[in-house]
């Protein structure tokens, strides 16, 4: 049961949590797959952009470690790295990776696409009226999501519930760790300067659950439409965030 009383802070998932998960995989990826290629092409030169370029490269280079099927990379011209930049990043798109690279360059896509006003960040209806009831009870609220920070802040700051940022006191993504490794959330609770039971993070997904349990976080496993059907029997649940009991 959640100790309501030990809570400081709220560690929030974005997909099937706060956001619904059917956004991510029918409108996010695919805007990102499609705008892709015009991306690499725009800003294949710029030296942001080349950084990325440099960690996909070493992403590549370990996946061949791993699997057989890795795409082709050639750097001998402009034309054929741009080629090899977006069949391997495609590649990854297919098999959901949470490669850090490739979530940098999606959230660089999804920017252009906000700017323009072709997306429009979701979330559940329940969120902001959480994110203002937490603010006015004095618990800090932050985000961790395998998406990048920018591809977070995108999504909250241009909701269907208008700009949410004032409301969240910071964003983490796998820069901190992966999300099913229970040192992350030992990293997240370190720079909260908090203790582990004082946390409550609730995702869709139980292997970040137990991750974060831990390392010492309280846990809710959150029941959104939409959201696989898995055995949460040991798992406190909610289906809104207007279940917790706070």
């Known amino acids: 049961m959640i100790d309501a009383q030990k809570i400081r802070s709220i560690l929030l998932d974005v997909e099937g949590t706060t956001t619904p998960i059917s956004f991510v995989y029918d409108v996010l990826i695919p805007y990102a797959s499609k705008n892709l290629e015009r991306y690499v092409r725009e800003h294949s030169r710029d030296d942001a952009f080349r950084a990325v370029v440099a960690e996909l490269y070493n992403q590549r280079?370990?996946?061949?470690?791993?699997?057989?099927?890795?795409?082709?990379?050639?750097?001998?011209?402009?034309?054929?790295?741009?080629?090899?930049i977006v069949a391997y990043c495609r590649w990854l798109m297919a098999?959901?990776?949470?490669?850090?690279?490739?979530?940098?360059?999606?959230?660089?896509?999804w920017q252009q696409g906000y700017r323009s006003g072709e997306l429009k960040g979701q979330v559940f209806e329940?969120?902001?009226?959480?994110?203002?009831?937490?603010?006015?009870q004095e618990k800090r609220t932050y985000i961790y999501s395998s998406g990048s920070v920018l591809a977070q802040k995108l999504i909250f700051s241009n909701s269907n519930h208008g700009d949410l940022t004032p409301l969240l006191n910071?964003?983490?993504?796998?820069?901190?760790?992966?999300?099913?490794?229970?040192?992350?959330y030992g990293r997240i609770a370190a720079e909260l300067d908090l203790n582990g039971e004082q946390v409550l993070f609730i995702s869709d997904a139980t292997k970040e659950l137990n991750a974060?349990?831990?390392?010492?976080?309280?846990?809710?496993?959150?029941?959104?439409?939409?959201?696989?059907?898995?055995?949460?029997?040991?798992?406190?649940?909610?289906?809104?965030?207007?279940?917790?009991?706070?």
Request: no cysteine; glycine share 6%.
């Open 170 to 184: 910071g964003f983490f993504d796998t820069s901190v760790g992966a999300k099913h490794e229970s040192s992350s």
């Open 61 to 84: 280079e370990a996946d061949k470690t791993r699997v057989s099927d890795v795409p082709d990379w050639s750097n001998d011209t402009e034309r054929a790295e741009i080629a090899s």
């Open 126 to 136: 329940d969120v902001p009226r959480a994110l203002k009831g937490w603010r006015q």
């Open 212 to 246: 974060a349990r831990a390392a010492g976080m309280q846990t809710v496993f959150s029941m959104r439409p939409g959201n696989l059907e898995v055995n949460i029997s040991e798992y406190d649940s909610i289906q809104s965030f207007d279940d917790l009991p706070f």
């Open 95 to 109: 098999r959901d990776s949470k490669a850090f690279a490739l979530k940098s360059l999606q959230g660089k896509i």
